[in-house]
């Protein structure tokens, strides 16, 4: 289950209804996923779409999605760094950001144009869709393991551009169950 945090208020939501209720209103669709059969978190990424298929077939019907893969990201993943540096900065896509988690963690910035800035940290079991053209930014956890299905409208429209903003700049990416990714040491020289 997603925990929710506005940072400008200090509050944080922790019951399911509270954090729908709050993601609504500020544009961002979320939901709980179970798999079909069960799979484990590790299982090829093949099972794992298998597994979860007909989920994806009504996300895809509803949102004009036409594939979807799953990533993996771990402390061994090459040029870790350089990828984390392309995302957690202010930045918008012209499609939406479709994110299941398999397994791991993971923490979202949504800076809605009217409503409070929003942190989110999801976790295995989360759905979370960003619609195109929402100022947002991501980091990983002090872990720096994630698994997750993406899912595309079209796969060349899915790069950032940034707004130049450094809101970001002005919240700690704390994530609430453990240790953080240090903030602006290496990551943000590149
Ligand atoms: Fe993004």
């Known amino acids: 289950m997603a925990m929710v945090r506005i ?12 954090v729908a209720a709050h993601l609504a209103s500020i ?11 069960i799979v484990g978190s590790d299982a090829a990424p093949e099972e794992i779409l298998a597994a979860y298929s007909t ?4 996300l895809k019907q509803r949102g004009g999605y036409v594939t979807a893969d799953v990533i993996d990201v771990n402390p061994q993943t090459p040029n870790l760094e350089t990828m984390l540096a392309k995302f957690n900065r202010e930045h918008w896509h012209d499609e939406d950001e479709v994110r299941f988690i398999i397994s791991g963690r993971g923490l979202f910035h949504i800076h809605p ?14 759905l979370i869709r960003v619609p195109r053209g929402t100022w947002h930014w991501f980091d990983l956890c002090g872990d720096r393991r994630i698994r997750a299905i993406r899912l595309f409208q ?6 950032p551009r940034y707004t130049g903003s ?3 700049r002005n ?11 240090p ?7 590149l």
Do not use: M
């Open 113 to 126: 144009r009217t409503g409070h800035l929003t942190a989110i940290e999801v976790e295995g079991g989360d």
């Open 55 to 58: 989920k994806i077939e009504e």
């Open 171 to 181: 919240y700690q990416p704390v994530c609430f169950g453990a240790s953080y990714l």
């Open 166 to 168: 450094e809101v970001d």
């Open 7 to 18: 940072p400008d208020e200090n509050r944080t939501l922790h019951e399911a209804a509270d």
């Open 183 to 189: 903030r602006r040491s290496a990551v943000t020289q």
């Open 154 to 159: 079209d796969p060349s429209g899915w790069t």
């Open 27 to 37: 544009g961002i669709e979320y939901q709980r996923w179970g798999p079909a059969r």
